[in-house]
């Protein structure tokens, strides 16, 4: 909201932006020009999931709950569209409260509902709670959310139980990628003390639109804003060039899952609505 909030000020002042995490689909659509964005937006994320969810897990029976949070309800409100597009029950859709402990009455519905999975909009906290009083009262189905699950948080809170969890997010984890992707990892740990988190490699990616705006020889606001308009290299991340619109053109969407030894490891990779990976 905050972001939201200042661009009018940013578009007034002719002062161009990228953003590598905002995900918000809406900030695309006010018609602002001088609006940038190098990852993949939350109404990309959830049909990535129903796609995952569908072809990779094929789920039958889904419960979708959210953390009653505007990024958590939207996303989830996405994904319990998808899913019936696509022919799966959904036969439990509730919200749990972020202040809350207890989540007695999202677990007993899903478990009655017998569903096969559980997709969670929301945040970390909400999320490995959820998750660990599904365990706990028995359910052993899939469990996916979007980038509000993909965090450490996610995995500290849930402890043993976000095990086998899935978390799906539009940024990349260069760790072990590319040589460029490598370096770029060793150089942020060295640098910061710790790995580089969900979307650190694609506001490096949105560094370099600017770098290379001035590079090019920009020289004012306005110059600078066609340039990064107009830019077209490939990113550490991803290709970057932008819609008239300003969102990203043919961003990926990552499904990351946590492994025994309890680190999100990628899984599968959807673009424009297909399933590849392993």
């Known amino acids: 909201m905050l972001f939201r909030s200042m661009m009018p000020a940013f578009e007034e002042a002719d002062l161009a932006v990228v953003t590598g995490s905002a995900t918000n689909p809406g900030l695309a659509e006010e018609g602002w020009s001088t609006f940038h964005r190098v990852v993949g937006t939350d109404a990309a994320v959830a049909p990535a999931d129903v796609v995952f969810l569908v072809d990779r897990l094929q789920v039958r029976r889904v419960a979708v709950i959210d953390d009653e949070g505007l990024y958590g309800k939207g996303l989830a409100d996405l994904a319990e569209q998808g899913l019936k597009q696509r022919g799966v029950a959904v036969p439990v859709r509730t919200g749990v409260d972020p202040d809350s402990v207890d989540y007695r009455d999202a677990v007993n519905a899903t478990i009655t509902a017998r569903a096969d999975a559980v997709f969670f909009g929301g945040l970390s906290v909400p999320g490995a709670r959820l998750v660990r009083q599904l365990r706990d009262a028995g359910f052993t189905g899939a469990f996916l959310g979007g980038d509000g699950v993909y965090q450490d948080e996610f995995i500290s809170s849930g402890g043993a139980a976000a095990v086998g969890a899935y978390g799906s997010c539009p940024c990349l984890d260069v760790t072990g990628g590319s040589p460029e992707q490598t370096a770029f990892a060793i150089d942020y740990e060295r640098t910061y003390g710790e790995r580089p988190g969900a979307f650190?490699?694609?506001?490096?990616?949105?560094?370099?639109?600017?770098?290379?705006?001035?590079?090019?020889?920009?020289?004012?606001?306005?110059?600078?804003?066609?340039?990064?308009?107009?830019?077209?290299?490939?990113?550490?991340?991803?290709?970057?060039?932008?819609?008239?619109?300003?969102?990203?053109?043919?961003?990926?969407?990552?499904?990351?899952?946590?492994?025994?030894?309890?680190?999100?490891?990628?899984?599968a990779t959807v673009v424009d609505g297909k399933l590849i990976g392993s």
């Open 200 to 267: 650190a490699a694609e506001y490096y990616d949105s560094a370099d639109a600017f770098l290379r705006a001035i590079a090019g020889g920009a020289t004012s606001r306005a110059a600078v804003q066609r340039a990064v308009s107009d830019t077209d290299f490939s990113g550490l991340t991803k290709r970057i060039r932008f819609e008239s619109d300003g969102n990203i053109i043919g961003g990926p969407i990552y499904i990351y899952r946590v492994s025994a030894a309890r680190k999100f490891v990628p899984v």
